[in-house]
């Protein structure tokens, strides 16, 4: 069975960080595609990061570069995100999403979301 469950979400004042992990299992975690992606209160669900199967190939919101790093572990089979210099607007449910997979040089689109995440950043 397909899973991703994310943690680590929680409450955080300004400035501080936040380590969030997601754990996949039922499918070839190495060959996909993976991402963070967040929904704010009345805002639409957006991407944070994303990393490719090839570990040094990562993408950023303009919105967190420099303050967020996304990584994964293969053997792990997670993919985590290290948010630092958290500023109130970060305030949202983070997913964790497996965005597609890779077949030998052919990529398939194929969407799986985690059960989300919430972090809150206040003082």
């Known amino acids: 069975q397909v899973h991703l469950v994310e943690s680590g979400g929680g409450l955080v004042r300004p400035g501080g960080s936040l380590r969030l992990n997601c754990v996949a299992s039922?499918?070839?975690?190495?060959?996909?595609?993976m991402s963070w992606y967040r929904q704010g209160p009345g805002k639409e669900r957006e991407l944070v990061a994303q990393?490719?199967?090839?570990?040094?190939?990562?993408t950023y919101a303009d919105s967190v570069k420099g303050r967020f790093s996304i990584s994964r572990d293969n053997d792990k089979q997670t993919v985590s995100l290290e948010m630092n210099s958290l500023k109130p607007e970060d305030t949202a449910v983070y997913y964790c999403?497996?965005?597609?997979?890779?077949?030998?040089?052919?990529?398939?689109?194929?969407?799986?979301w985690g059960q989300g995440t919430q972090v809150t950043v206040s003082s």
């Open positions: 999403s497996r965005d597609g997979y890779w077949i030998g040089y052919e990529y398939l689109p194929s969407t799986l």
């Open positions: 990393i490719d199967k090839t570990p040094g190939s990562t």
């Open positions: 039922g499918f070839t975690f190495s060959a996909s595609k």
